[in-house]
C-alpha cells in the first residue's frame, strides 16, 4: 500500500491565484482530514470528511473548499490564494469506528503564497 | 476553544539522555495520541493511550494518559540521534476531533 499520498510536493503561487492540493489514501479509510502546519502553532484542521459525499469544516476553514466523491480521493482548494495561506499541508486518514484517532498522514505540501 | 499546552518547546541534549515532555489540556480528552514528525515528512504515530492512567511502551519511549485525563506525557530513554525531530501530542474529546500541541522540537548531539 502507498499510504497517503499528496500531490504537489511544493507549490509557489500569486495572490489571487487558485489552485487544488490533491489527496489519496488506498486504505479504504472512511475519514480523511487536512491540516495546515505553521510554526509554533502545531496543526490545525482545515476540513473533515467521515464518508463519501460528506464533509464539514475544522478550526480553520476560511479560503479552502473540499469535496469528496470517492472514498479514495479528498482534494482540498484554495479559490483565491492569500499570501496567509503560506504554509505546509498534510492530508491525513483513519478507519471508521475511530476516525478522529490514529491518523495516518501524507508527506505533505509545501505552499508559499507570494 | 479547547487548547493543548505541550512543554518543553525544544530541548537540545546529548546522546544517550533521557528526555521528557508532556501536554496539558483545559479540558478533558478521552484519547492522547503521540506523533513525531521528522524533517520534511509527515507526523507518524507513536503511541496511542485510550484509557485514565494507562501507560504504554514502544521501545524506547513510554506514554502515559493521566488520571486527570487532561495531561500526558512521552518519555525517551537512552536517546539516539534518529530520535531528533518534532514530536507533537494530540488528543479528542467528546467532540471528536483531534487537537494538536504546539510541538516540542528535540534535537540529539552525537
Known amino acids: 500500500n502507498a499510504g497517503v499520498t499528496q500531490t504537489p510536493k511544493f507549490q509557489v503561487l500569486k495572490t489571487g491565484q487558485s489552485m487544488t492540493l490533491q489527496c489519496a489514501q488506498d486504505m479504504n479509510h472512511e475519514y480523511m482530514s487536512w491540516y495546515r502546519q505553521d510554526p509554533g502553532m502545531g496543526l490545525r484542521l482545515i476540513h473533515y470528511?467521515?464518508?463519501?459525499?460528506?464533509?464539514d469544516q475544522g478550526e480553520v476553514p476560511n479560503g479552502y473548499n473540499v469535496s469528496r466523491s470517492t472514498t479514495e480521493d479528498f482534494p482540498l482548494r484554495l479559490l483565491s490564494a492569500a499570501p496567509s495561506q503560506t504554509s505546509v499541508y498534510f492530508c491525513?486518514?483513519?478507519?471508521?469506528?475511530?476516525?478522529?484517532?490514529?491518523?495516518?498522514f501524507g508527506p505533505g505540501t509545501r505552499l508559499t503564497v507570494l | 476553544g479547547q487548547q493543548l499546552n505541550q512543554s518543553p518547546q525544544s530541548m537540545f541534549i546529548q546522546e544517550g539522555e533521557d528526555v521528557s515532555m508532556n501536554c496539558t489540556s483545559s479540558s478533558i480528552f478521552n484519547t492522547w495520541l503521540w506523533y513525531k514528525q521528522d524533517p520534511g515528512e509527515g507526523p507518524v504515530l507513536l503511541i496511542a493511550l485510550y484509557k485514565a492512567g494507562e501507560l504504554t511502551s514502544n521501545g524506547r519511549l513510554t506514554a502515559q494518559f493521566g488520571i486527570t485525563r487532561k495531561d500526558s506525557f512521552l518519555n525517551i530513554s537512552a536517546s539516539i540521534p534518529s530520535d531528533v525531530g518534532i514530536y507533537f501530542c494530540?488528543?479528542?474529546?467528546?467532540?471528536?476531533?483531534?487537537?494538536f500541541g504546539q510541538g516540542t522540537t528535540l534535537q540529539v548531539k552525537p
Open positions: 491525513a486518514s483513519s478507519v471508521a469506528g475511530a476516525p478522529y484517532n490514529e491518523q495516518f
Open positions: 494530540s488528543g479528542s474529546s467528546n467532540t471528536g476531533k483531534l487537537i
Open positions: 470528511s467521515v464518508g463519501a459525499g460528506i464533509t
